[in-house]
């Protein structure tokens, strides 16, 4: 049995050798092929050696899960789950800090908490979700006379406090991928009749949000915005703001796609969205 272990573990590493002395000549005449060869190392290579992964989660209802009906508490015990399941994973450690209602201002206030400086120095992702109402504040501060502006305006104010959390979590753990999720559009059928171009409006928050997170490495933008376009019946909860189990479960599906496109040290089997 001991040298049925050993030969494979042989056959492994002569792969990975094999592959990265030929990286450059395969990546040129066929880029395709190389990805999907990549692609099936990782496996390999993550199925031979599961590991732990510790992940914190932050922001505001979204988070928290408000919304859910099922009462499982939203996407994240949802993504915890999902990742449970893997082959790749032996264990799943999550310490979820959503709060309902918070704003960029009071997500700042939740990071000089010390004990969530702790988990986050210990983290291997660590997964946020704010915006949503600091969109809703600046529509009702300019409610009689809803224009772009007031959005652009806010805008500018969110990306300034999404540079201070990214600095914090930084520095307290340089190493952990950071996974910013952008916000969707329920808002359409709420604010159409003032400002038409809701939608134009979303994009362009989420555009500038995505600018930023990209100066920084190891720190990603993950859309939403398509998940829900369209879907509002049917993903939204009751108040047409909020997800509804569906879907959280589909947010779930997003963030654990965007956790096996960028973390190379594994691989992450992931289902098809609900329609």
Do not use: C
Request: glycine share 6%; aromatic share 14%; charged share 25%.
């Amino acid at each position: 049995m001991f040298r049925l272990v050993l030969l494979l573990l042989v056959a492994v590493t002569t792969l990975i050798v094999y592959d990265s002395t030929h990286t450059n000549h395969v990546m040129n005449d066929h880029p395709l092929i190389e990805k999907e060869r990549y692609s099936q190392l990782k496996t390999i290579q993550s199925s031979f050696f599961p590991k732990d992964i510790r992940i914190v989660t932050l922001g505001d209802s979204l988070t928290s899960g408000y919304g859910d009906q099922s009462g499982n508490g939203g996407y994240v015990p949802v993504l915890k789950s999902m990742l449970s399941d893997q082959r790749s994973i032996e264990n799943v450690d999550v310490k979820n800090y959503g709060i309902g209602g918070i704003y960029s201002t009071q997500l700042i206030d939740v990071l000089n908490k010390s004990y969530v400086q702790e988990s986050i120095k210990n983290a291997d992702y660590v997964i946020i979700t704010i915006g949503g109402n600091d969109v809703i504040k600046a529509a009702q501060e300019h409610f009689l006379q809803l224009t772009t502006e007031a959005f652009e305006e806010e805008n500018k104010e969110f990306t300034r406090k999404v540079n201070i959390m990214i600095h914090k979590i930084k520095f307290y753990n340089p190493n952990a991928k950071i996974f910013f999720v952008g916000i969707y559009n329920p808002f359409a059928s709420l604010f159409s009749s003032y400002v038409p171009e809701i939608d134009q409006i979303i994009a362009t928050w989420n555009e500038g949000t995505e600018q930023e997170l990209s100066k920084y490495g190891n720190t990603y933008f993950i859309p939403l915005f398509d998940i829900f376009r369209g879907k509002e019946k049917e993903f939204l909860y009751d108040d047409f703001i909020h997800p509804n189990e569906r879907g959280y479960k589909n947010i779930a599906f997003r963030v654990l796609t965007y956790l096996d496109h960028y973390d190379e040290s594994t691989t992450y089997v992931v289902g098809e969205y609900e329609e």
